[in-house]
Structure formats: C-alpha cells, structure tokens
C-alpha cells in the first residue's frame, strides 16, 4: 500500500530539536550526503514523504538563517531524491513583510510546494497580522501551507488555527498534531462547521487509528492525511504508525484516503510505479 507522510523533518541532531545548529555552506553537501547514505534513512519502497526543516534553529543572523534553512532543506531534499517529491520551507514571523520575498524564493527558485510554520517554535501566535499576509502570499505562490496546531500549546490553539484558516476559505490548509489529544478531537468533532478548507494530519494520534473513523464521517474522509512527526532518523517510528492504520479496522477505501490519495490529491502526485494506492 502506497504512504505518504505529510509531516516529516529532518534533524540536526539526535533530538527532535537537533542541536539548534544551522550549517554553513562548506557543510551542507557533507549533511545532505549523510542523510542520502545514512542506513536509518531510507523509506519503504512504496512511501514517500513531504519534507521539511526543523522548527528549532540558530536566528543570528536574522532572515539571512532563515534563507540558509531552506537552501539546506533544498539539498537534503535533493539527496533523498524521488524519496520526497514534496518539499516545505519557512519563514519567521518575526521577519514581518520583508520574509515575502523569500515566499517568492521558495516557490520560483527552490521549488518547494509548501511552506510549514511552527509557531511555538517561531515564539509567536499562528493567527498574528502578518499570517494572513503569509498565507496570502504562499497561496498565490502555489505553495500549500502547513501549520502546527499541536493540544497544550496557546502559540497554535485550536481556535487561533481556526480563525486564521476561515479567512482563505478556498486554499486548503493542512493541520499538523492537532488530533494528539482527546480533547481536541472532540473539540473537531464538535464544531465540524469550522474550517472546512483544514486537512487534519495523524501525528500523535489519540486513541489509536479507529478514532479516525468518526472524524471520516463528520468531517468527511477527504480532510484526513497521514502524518507521523517523525525524523529523518525515525523510519520505523512513521512505519509502525502507518502500519497501525493498514491494520485497523477501517475500511479500506477510509485507508487508501488517508495513506495516499488525500495528500497525492493536494501535492499532485501519481501512485508509485502504476500501482494503486
């Protein structure tokens, strides 16, 4: 069965924050040349992931870091090849309107197909004035955006995201984290009104993969993607969650949707060597 995980990054380090490092231009062909031959790294033939940076990262030098980031995320995207077709970078709030243009970049020069914000990381709030203005931009760009909307964090509350995605009611917005507490998904499941444009992710899943089922039904299966949360470094972490959901008791069409054929949907992309999701 073909997956695709919509919530990937890489690591700097062996924690999930890595080692707030950010490399310099005579390093980043040697990380990227790791991450391609690293033994931990590669995917099942028949996964493939949407890349992105990690939330947590040195800001000395202010946007031109941020420039850096997504260069890096470039090459390491490059490196792991067909592996991942899909690509997000960032940007920092904190940039304020000088962070469009490197909107532009990602769409014109690296090619990217997304851009991902974490805004616990970011220090900042995911509805702030300057989101809309991002979001604007990232839409007319091409670019899907991604936002954390993770249970215990008030940086990306649940209504924040919310507010903020109800203002492009025509762009789909994927949600990362946001189904990783009970709490939460009841707090979905009761207002399925909100948001419509949102795509919910897996990442971190309360009550296993048959809690799936009711939000398929109220919200409808095309909201729901796979997502792990994983690293580069944590194949088998992605690999078990999606074997969870092949396993559950979901039929098998509710599978298909939520493995591939949303996120191929929203990404464009075509099942892997002919065959069907």
């Known amino acids: 069965m073909n997956v695709f995980d919509i919530h990937r990054h890489f690591a700097f380090g062996p924690e999930p924050s890595g080692e707030l490092g950010l490399l310099r231009v005579p390093q980043r062909s040697d990380f990227a ?17 949407a890349l992105q940076p990690p939330a ?8 031109e870091d941020t420039r850096r980031l997504n260069d890096l995320t470039r090459a390491v995207a490059d490196a792991l090849g067909a592996r991942a077709p899909v690509v997000l970078g960032t940007v920092e709030p904190h940039h304020g309107e000088e962070a469009l243009a ?11 197909a997304g851009i991902a914000w974490r805004h616990r990381a ?28 993770m249970p215990r964090s008030g940086n990306e509350a649940l209504w924040r995201v919310w507010r903020l995605a109800e203002q492009f009611p025509s762009v789909p917005i994927v949600v990362v984290g946001a189904l990783a507490s009970w709490d939460q998904t009841q707090a979905i499941l009761a207002e399925p009104g909100r948001a419509k444009n949102v795509v919910y992710d897996t990442s971190g899943l309360a009550n296993g993969p048959d809690a799936l089922l009711p939000l398929a039904e109220r919200l409808g299966p095309e909201r729901l993607v796979f997502g792990s949360g994983a690293h580069c470094d944590e194949p088998l972490t992605a690999a078990q969650l999606a074997g969870d959901i092949a396993r559950s008791s979901l039929p ?26």
Request: aromatic share 8%; hydrophobic share 45%; no cysteine.
């Open 33 to 49: 040349g790791w991450v391609k031959s690293s033994p931990d790294v590669p995917l099942a033939a028949d996964s493939r992931v």
């Open 56 to 63: 947590y990262y040195v800001l000395t030098q202010g946007l």
């Open 102 to 112: 490197e909107i532009d970049r990602m769409a014109r020069e690296l090619r990217f």
């Open 122 to 149: 970011h220090g900042t709030f995911v509805d702030g004035p300057i989101m809309s203005k991002y979001v604007a931009r990232a839409a007319d760009r091409g670019l899907v955006p991604l936002l954390h909307g």
């Open 252 to 277: 098998a069409p509710l599978q298909r949707a939520i493995l591939w054929d949303n996120a191929a949907r929203l990404f464009s992309l075509a099942p892997l060597e002919g065959k069907r999701p």
